[in-house]
């Protein structure tokens, strides 16, 4: 809440391989700075044959440029110079609402948003406060660091997802670990006193949007600095843990075209800055 993807048998197979040849020559010839078609539906997220979103290191020569072959504490700290000076559009939380029906879209349904925990594709105007409405998940808690819901990293929408309003209940301001008993209405998803567990569609997007966050507010501009930690339970101090399970996240779970075209958007039409993590997976490790 607020606080808060068929083997055929045979010479099918033969084809098949055939087809996803010429895919991956189409899918190289998309311009750096396209956006391709995203897969259909919240089931094929990870189908291996999806193209990405935008051709790896696409930025690297132009937004990414001061950032390239550093490491540690050093890549951090460019990496928040360069996020932070390009967000040049900030949202008010009531643009939020209208913003996420365009980044979380579904792409099988234009009429649709994904909803982050449950996966379930519901009407962008189904929003609010009931039960099985959607609302706006703040995935670094805002009570993390209370910083509440004004124009900063309460609205980030990098961190912003459309949730179920029961499930995002039921998450509320925990931690990030693994274990739990299974979220009813949300299976795959796991929850206990101190932490949350996503399903494995998302376990990446979560690690690299919490990480995302981390980088981008480190004490400046009036809000807290925020940093990851390899606890639970953090409560209101600035941090959200558990740091080792993001990094594995980050590695189970690599980024697919919805995530990659989801930063596109933010980049191209909203904050104008996007989560490095997205485009460079591997500088999660580099720096922790």
């Known amino acids: 809440m607020d606080n808060t993807r068929v083997t055929r048998r045979g010479r099918r197979t033969a084809l098949a391989v055939a087809a996803g040849t010429v895919l991956v020559a189409v899918a190289a010839q998309v311009p750096a700075t396209a956006t391709a078609t995203p897969a259909a539906g919240p089931a094929a ?8 979103a935008i051709s790896a290191g696409a930025y690297d020569d132009t937004y990414y440029k001061d950032a390239i072959g550093k490491t540690g504490q050093e890549l951090k700290d460019s990496l928040h110079r360069i996020i932070s000076s390009t967000q040049t ?7 939020v609402w209208d913003a996420l029906k365009d980044t979380d879209e579904d792409p099988a349904n234009s009429a649709n948003v994904i909803l982050l925990y ?4 519901q009407s962008k105007d189904a929003h609010g406060g009931n039960p099985d409405d959607w ?3 703040h995935v670094w808690a ?3 660091g209370d910083f509440g819901t004004a124009t900063g990293p309460g609205t980030d929408i990098h961190h912003l997802r459309p949730a179920d309003v029961s499930v995002n209940s039921i998450r509320g301001n925990k931690d990030f670990d693994k274990g739990g ?14 932490s949350f ?3 494995d569609a998302v376990k990446g997007d979560v690690a690299r ?5 981390a980088v981008r507010y480190d004490g400046e501009d009036g809000f807290p600095d925020l940093e990851p930690n390899d606890k639970v339970d953090n409560g209101s101090q600035p941090n959200i843990g558990r740091l080792s399970v993001l990094q594995q996240w980050n590695q189970a779970d690599p980024p697919d075209t919805f995530e990659q075209h989801r930063n596109q958007v933010i980049f191209d039409k909203y904050q104008h800055n996007r989560n490095p993590f997205i485009d460079h997976p591997e500088w999660v490790n580099e720096i922790w």
């Open 197 to 199: 567990e996503p399903r």
């Open 45 to 52: 997220r990870h189908s291996i044959s999806a193209a990405p």
């Open 118 to 121: 449950s996966g379930r594709s």
């Open 142 to 144: 805002k009570s993390h």
């Open 135 to 137: 609302n706006r998940e």
């Open 181 to 194: 008993s299974e979220v009813e209405e949300a299976p795959g998803n796991r929850t206990d006193d101190d």
């Open 209 to 213: 949007m919490i990480l995302y966050m």
């Open 89 to 95: 559009g900030k949202l008010s939380y009531d643009q």
